[in-house]
């Protein structure tokens, strides 16, 4: 089936089915996405403000085979929420839907619209004395349609698990225009094939999730922040062990810094105050949530005696109060931003089986020093086997001198992570970025299955063709 451009005839019908504060002419801010590799191009933008009006502008593209790319915080960095090729498409944002339509502190449940960004999610719990626990450095912006959309991973997950973990029912709009009313609270439903499950990391290819029913947790009686200097990440690893033993399940968080990343803040964000005056060649934050009657310094304390006795770390420090907690986590948070400012050359969302990642951090490091001269900057989600692998050229080198040495870096990235059983995406998804390795790295009967789930579910292409599954227009 050929796809067709929103052009003014659709504009017209468009127009005819949706209120006219729903319609707006393209903005720069809507095709471009945070790391500037792609600009995307609309015909037109829709912003509905109910269910409804979405459903009349999917059955409009619909009639019309115009593609649809549903738009959220418009974060994400893998090129999911720009279309550069094909048919000038519908833009469809969610920034309206963006009601917290209810909650249930007794039942634990949080029902909001798509278009709420995760912060005002985060805050609404915390209204209600409850804990929204997804956590990411851009949830300001970021939506919980796109989030659910991407399966977003972030900080917490290894004591609460991705967005999917945290969702028990959704309400979406198909491609051919039908509402599916799924927003259940129940948490046992076997009644068949889950919807939910398909739509959620879907990156908006199989439908528009408009609204979502989330979990929520209890609020920790104490948390505490602590930040230990470790040999390597072996000894990460250990501690990570180590941690569990003592601690269970209130670890809520546990990431890997290389020294890299903080030289990284020292050259370009320099006021962001680091937490040893010489930066480690590795170190671990760690977050605690513990129930009352549980001491977070104390119970650092204890860790910390333990992991020195087995050499698993030489220094640490303990967050003494919220504000330096809040400080400890600003540069892991800023990590990122530098990052940017540096300017990668290679971005790697990598995940590994627990038991792999000091082989992969070594092999690959090995692997890319004797390919050319990097920096190589690596951290991330230790607890749950999500790094950040990001290649960066020598000091005093641009990326421009590289040549095409950035698609070599990415392949010898992703060839020992999937050859140790790992994933070339973690948390970030395949948008248009990774098709490519979707379609390299990926088994040819789970693609096969993608590919008819896609044609049963979307049989005319418009949902966000190119992105996950490749289009040719």
């Known amino acids: 089936m050929s796809l067709y451009p929103a052009n003014a005839a659709f504009i017209k019908a468009l127009s005819s089915v949706l209120p006219e504060a729903a319609l707006r002419a393209p903005e720069q801010r809507y095709l471009e996405e945070p790391r500037g590799k792609w600009r995307g191009k609309a015909g037109i933008v829709a912003a509905p403000s109910t269910v409804q009006d979405v459903a009349a502008a999917i059955r409009c ?120 009313h799924g927003l259940t609270r129940l948490r046992k439903d076997n009644t068949g094939y889950d919807l939910r499950n398909l739509l959620i990391g879907s990156e908006g290819t199989l439908g528009v ?48 810094i290389h020294r890299q990343g903080l030289e990284f803040l020292t050259e370009r964000l320099p006021d962001v105050r680091q937490m040893f005056a010489e930066p480690p060649e590795w170190s671990v ?32 420090l303990i967050a003494q109060n919220a504000a330096q907690s809040q400080a400890f986590w600003a540069v892991r948070e800023s990590i990122p931003e530098a990052n940017r400012l540096v300017g990668g050359l290679s971005s790697h969302d990598v995940s590994l089986p627990l038991s792999k990642l000091a082989e992969f951090i070594k092999t690959t490091g090995a692997a890319l020093a004797a390919h050319g001269d990097y920096r190589i900057n690596c951290f991330g989600h230790l607890g749950d086997g999500n790094l950040h692998y990001n290649v960066y050229p020598a000091l005093g080198k641009t990326r421009e001198s590289y040549g095409d040495a950035a698609a070599q870096v990415q392949e010898i990235t992703h060839d020992i992570a999937v050859r140790l059983g790992g994933s070339f995406s973690a948390e970030h998804g395949v948008g248009r970025h990774k098709v490519d390795a979707l379609e390299h790295y990926g088994d040819p009967t789970r693609l096969a299955a993608m590919r008819a789930t896609k044609n049963a579910l979307d049989p005319l292409g418009i949902m966000n063709p190119g992105a996950v599954l490749r289009t040719v227009f």
């Open 61 to 180: 593209a619909a009639e019309a085979c115009v593609p649809v790319v549903p738009y959220g915080g418009g974060t994400g960095l893998v090129g999911a929420q720009v279309m550069p090729d094909g048919p000038a498409p519908l833009l469809l944002s969610l920034e309206r839907m963006n009601k917290i339509r209810a909650i249930y502190p007794e039942e634990n449940v949080v029902i909001a619209e798509a278009g709420a960004t995760l912060q005002s999610v985060q805050e609404a719990a915390s209204e209600a004395k409850r804990l929204f626990p997804l956590s990411i450095a851009s949830q300001g912006t970021a939506q919980i349609g796109g989030n659910l959309a991407t399966n977003a991973g972030g900080l917490n997950v290894l004591r609460y698990g991705n967005a999917r973990d945290l969702c028990l029912g959704l309400e979406a709009v198909l491609p051919n225009g039908d509402i599916w």
């Open 209 to 256: 999730i408009t609204a979502a029913a989330l979990k929520l947790f209890p609020r920790p009686a104490n948390t505490g922040t602590a930040a230990f200097v470790v040999p390597n990440p072996a000894a990460a690893l250990s501690l990570l062990s180590l941690a569990r033993e003592q601690l269970g399940e209130t670890i809520s968080a546990f990431e890997l």
């Open 285 to 316: 934050l760690i977050d605690l949530g513990l129930p009352a009657g549980l001491d977070p310094q104390a119970e650092f304390e204890t860790l910390f005696a333990r992991a020195l006795e087995a050499d698993l770390v030489s220094d640490g």
